[in-house]
T-cell receptor, first 111, second 115 residues
Framework: AQRVTQPEKLLSVFKGAPVELKCNYS??????LFWYVQYSRQRLQLLLR??SRESIKGFTADLNKGETSFHLKKPFAQEEDSAMYYC?????????????FGTGTRLKVLA | DTAVSQTPKYLVTQMGNDKSIKCEQN?????MYWYKQDSKKFLKIMFS???????INETVPNRFSPKSPDKAHLNLHINSLELGDSAVYFC??????????????FGPGTRLTVT
């Protein structure tokens, strides 16, 4: 079964501390993973995707197929990083492409 | 210029009523989606249309009926509203029917409260 697990509902860190938001997936095919972010009073938007292998706003995420993980990391958290983060798995198993979202992790960066 | 817009932003109604939520995108995308976000912030796809054709229909009660008059619009009609329908409903669109290269653009959400 396809599944995305984000074990932490809430993660609080102090400004300047490293942050890691965990995401594990269950999928038998070749996964396509994404991180979406929703800042307060803003719409959900793409943060990064694994195929791009880029750093956005200081965040990176590496796909680890052995551990079936796609954790989101940032070395030094900023207050403006406080938001809701969703990990998503994209797949075309049913013939059409769709996202399966994790349950989300709320990140709070404390001053 | 708003890319994906939804109306209304808030909707409060009583059980048993019928209501519609409208979605429009001005990005020229072929594919549109409806998602439901429940009180625990769990985000789940409900429907997807590609060029006015239904391509994803998850296990959703048939009280929910999407309608796509053209590829820029995807409306959601809900009959006989129930308390459990209370949620935030998000519309989204993407350039094609999906893929790792195709970002989904989300609307601001419609908060539906059924009393």
């Amino acid at each position: 079964a396809q599944r995305v697990t984000q074990p932490e509902k809430l993660l609080s860190v102090f400004k300047g501390a490293p942050v890691e938001l965990k995401c594990n997936y269950s999928y038998s095919g070749s996964p396509e993973l994404f991180w979406y972010v929703q800042y307060s009073r803003q719409r959900l938007q793409l943060l990064l995707r694994h195929i791009s292998r880029e750093s956005i706003k200081g965040f990176t995420a590496d796909l680890n197929k052995g551990e079936t993980s796609f954790h989101l990391k940032k070395p030094f958290a900023q207050e403006e990083d406080s938001a809701m983060y969703y990990c998503a798995l994209g797949n075309r198993d049913s013939g059409t492409y769709k996202y399966i979202f994790g349950t989300g992790t709320r990140l709070k960066v404390l001053a | 210029d708003t890319a994906v817009s939804q109306t209304p932003k808030y909707l409060v109604t009583q059980m048993g009523n019928d209501k519609s939520i409208k979605c429009e995108q001005n990005l020229g995308h072929d594919t549109m989606y409806w998602y439901k976000q429940d009180s625990k912030k769990f985000l789940k796809i409900m429907f997807s249309y590609n060029n006015k054709e239904l391509i994803i229909n998850e296990t959703v009660p048939n009280r929910f009926s999407p309608k796509s008059p053209d590829k820029a619009h995807l409306n959601l009609h809900i009959n006989s509203l129930e308390l459990g329908d209370s949620a935030v409903y998000f519309c989204a669109s993407s350039q094609a029917s999906g893929g790792a290269s195709y970002e989904q653009y989300f609307g601001p959400g419609t908060r539906l409260t059924v009393t």
